[in-house]
Nanobody, 123 residues
Framework: QVQLVESGGGLVQAGGSLRLSCAVS????????MGWYRQTPGNERELVAT???????NYADSVKGRFTISRDNVKKTVLLQMNSLKPEDTAVYYC?????????????????WGQGTQVTVSS
């Protein structure tokens, strides 16, 4: 089945940078939207950034100008470059991909989530 492998999380000082990587493995028909979400204790998981197959991107207002999402459709990876990190960026970051399959003329869409990687930004 489809699995996501995340890497790149860690501890960084405010103003520093980190790059998160998410690699897709397994047999799939196609990958549609790929994105990153984050969650802190007691809060809902929130969207950070998404990227379509054509390269269109969408960012949360809180990360615009600091984070950049990119994807490689051949390598089946999605990256999140995080610059000028702030303590409020501290969270568990999750990769999510939307998988499209077609069986007997019926299209099926489903989401696959990574296990999450901790990002901690110190003051």
């Amino acid at each position: 089945q489809v699995q996501l492998v995340e890497s790149g999380g860690g501890l960084v000082q405010a103003g520093g940078s980190l790059r998160l990587s998410c690699a897709v493995s397994g047999s799939i028909s196609s990958i549609d939207v790929m994105g990153w979400y984050r969650q802190t204790p007691g809060n809902e998981r929130e969207l950070v950034a998404t990227a379509t197959t054509s390269g269109d991107t969408n960012y949360a207002d809180s990360v615009k100008g600091r984070f950049t999402i990119s994807r490689d459709n051949v390598k089946k990876t999605v990256l999140l470059q995080m610059n000028s990190l702030k303590p409020e960026d501290t969270a568990v970051y999750y990769c999510k991909v939307q998988i499209s399959t077609r069986v007997l003329g019926q299209r099926y869409l489903y989401d696959v989530w990574g296990q999450g990687t901790q990002v901690t930004v110190s003051s």
